[in-house]
């Protein structure tokens, strides 16, 4: 069992060649943020249906989120990183179109680290508090590699087609949030595009050299992954509320908070779990690899929606 697909290491590496941008050019200096504006579609930061708070009070917390979402894919590529160079060490005598797509996934994800902490810093200079979030990122990078080679990378891969998905449904076409972010998210997805194509060579070795057993146990290695990630984000939740009454002043009351919670919580299962879960490229990937394991993947998409 494998995962069929057109790509080819050389053609990643080729696209990815063509793709130079530094982060200096997107952010930082007299690049600034635009804090009257949101900085993530609804799509993805789901607070316009939220009944308690005023429509400042909602931009606000839409830039949390905005923040929120850097750091959340700052605290993947922790992770992704190691991981393509482990995979580039794999072989790293063998084919050498291979070695340097992988090195070059690997150089990508750090620079996008280091963008990711460049907006931080913006972030911090324009919004009145600092921003409650979750990590350390090393220890949830540990928490992830513990598990299986297999299960890690269909892990990335649902990562990954899930960048694709934000961007193309919904960042692309929104002229409502800030140009910088905007433009921030567009480079990150230029980039990724290849990171989804190598992933999924990577994932289609691994899992031709697998038994239909080891398969199944990285899928559910991956399952595991996405509820230790599901905890995580449900600790996020609580702390943009922290943040939030910190940034507009007041107190919210209990009603208030619960319905934050609930409408929150909804919203980043939605963008960190069920958006990858349903994408259609992971979707068939998952099916070649095993028709009983995309159906435990289909169910855990449905009891989080």
């Known amino acids: 069992m494998s995962i069929q697909h057109s790509y080819s290491y050389p053609a990643a590496l080729a696209d990815s060649q063509k793709v130079n941008w530094r982060v200096e050019d997107l952010i930082g200096g007299d690049k600034k943020l635009d804090f009257s504006k949101p900085f993530l579609p609804d799509s993805l930061a789901g607070v316009s249906r939220i009944e308690g708070l005023s429509a400042r009070e909602k931009l606000i917390l839409n830039q949390i989120r905005g923040a929120t979402y850097l750091h959340l894919f700052g605290l993947v590529e922790e ?33 996008h680290q280091q963008l990711f902490q460049s907006f931080a810093t913006e972030f911090a200079q324009g919004f009145p508090v600092k921003p409650e979030l979750i990590g350390p990122a090393h220890a949830v990078a540990e928490a992830v590699l513990a598990h299986s080679t297999l299960g890690v990378a269909i892990l990335i891969l649902h990562l990954e087609w899930l960048t694709q998905r934000h961007y193309v449904e919904s960042v692309k076409t929104d002229e409502t949030i800030d140009p910088r972010f905007l433009s921030l998210l567009r ?71 619960a319905e934050i919670e609930a409408v ?25 690899l095993s028709a009983t394991g995309l159906r435990r993947v289909q169910d855990v998409a449905r009891a989080l929606s």
Not at 95 to 103: E, F, G, I, T
Not at 207 to 226: M, N, V, Y
Not at 270 to 288: D, I, P, Y
Request: proline share 2%; no cysteine.
């Open 187 to 257: 480079h990150h997805w230029q980039e990724e595009a290849q990171h989804a194509k190598i992933d999924t060579l990577v994932a289609a070795e691994l899992a031709g050299r697998s038994t239909p057993e080891e398969i199944e146990h990285a899928i559910d290695d991956f399952l595991k992954i996405g509820g230790l990630l599901e905890s995580s984000l449900q600790q996020q939740v609580k702390f943009d509320l922290v943040t939030l009454e910190k940034a507009i002043g007041r107190t919210l009351s209990a009603s208030q908070h």
């Open 264 to 288: 929150q919580l909804k919203s980043y299962r939605w963008t960190f779990l069920v958006s990858g879960l349903e994408q259609t490229n992971f979707v068939k990937a998952v099916g070649e």
């Open 79 to 111: 992770f992704i990183l190691p991981f393509a160079l482990e995979r580039a060490k794999d072989e790293v005598h063998g084919d050498k179109d291979r070695v340097r797509a992988l090195l070059t996934f690997a150089e990508e994800e750090a620079k």
